[in-house]
T-cell receptor
């Protein structure tokens, strides 16, 4: 079956712009979580969506937002980009979001802010 | 919420030696403990997991142990090979999923 698909794979944006990233989960998965990964910082949790509702949220500023559609596809948006937002953004999907039920990562979107 | 600590942050071993990575968690409700391997430029991938009703699980050269009383779990890799070089993340899951900060493992040929 198809895996978790993230688009685009690479993105270059200018400081101050906004960006939207997309994540299509594995068919049947209702939970989508987003992570920011920078060198030496591990996986920083952004938020989790389940059945179109934000269920959990990490400690990121309001410039980071997301949503989930009825087909479970999710988007995250970053407004007013800063240089420090340059990172690999990973999404992960699963049936329930609690782990142990197919928690699978996408290949990520590498965002560079210049 | 949950707090997952992972040690060490970097680990270098000679090929053929064993490697051990340890994690501790704080939430007693956590009942699922997976380990992910992330090779350079790739996505994290599940390599082994353990549930709270099991103390140890083994899959070929890798094994995970869980001590629920002490709230810690460990990844053991035996007979390490250069292709084991990667970043390893532990995680703890209950009502929510939490990751450790990662361990960069280098296996020296």
């Amino acid at each position: 079956k198809a895996g978790v698909t993230q688009t685009p794979r690479y993105l270059i944006k200018t400081r101050g712009q906004q960006v939207t990233l997309s994540c299509s989960p594995i068919s049947g998965h209702r939970s989508v979580s987003w992570y920011q990964q920078t060198p030496g910082q591990g996986l920083q949790f952004l938020f989790e969506y389940f059945s179109e509702t934000q269920r959990n949220k990490g400690n990121f500023p309001g410039r980071f937002s997301g949503r989930q559609f009825s087909n479970s596809r999710s988007e995250m948006n970053v407004s007013t980009l800063e240089l420090g937002d340059s990172a690999l953004y990973l999404c992960a999907s699963s049936y329930s979001g609690t782990g142990g039920d197919g928690y699978t990562f996408g290949s990520g979107t590498r965002l560079t802010v210049v | 919420g949950e707090n997952v600590e992972q040690h060490p942050s970097t680990l270098s071993v000679q090929e053929g030696d064993s490697a051990v990575i340890k994690c501790t968690y704080s939430d007693s409700a956590s009942n699922y403990f997976p380990w992910y391997k992330q090779e350079l430029g790739k996505r994290p991938q599940l390599i082994i997991d353990i549930r709270s009703n099991v103390g140890e699980k083994k899959d070929q050269r890798i094994a995970v142990t869980l001590n629920k009383t002490a709230k810690h779990f460990s990844l053991h890799i035996t007979e390490t090979q250069p292709e084991d070089s990667a970043v390893y993340f532990c995680a703890a899951g209950g009502n929510q999923f939490y990751f450790g900060t990662g361990t960069s493992l280098t296996v020296i040929p």
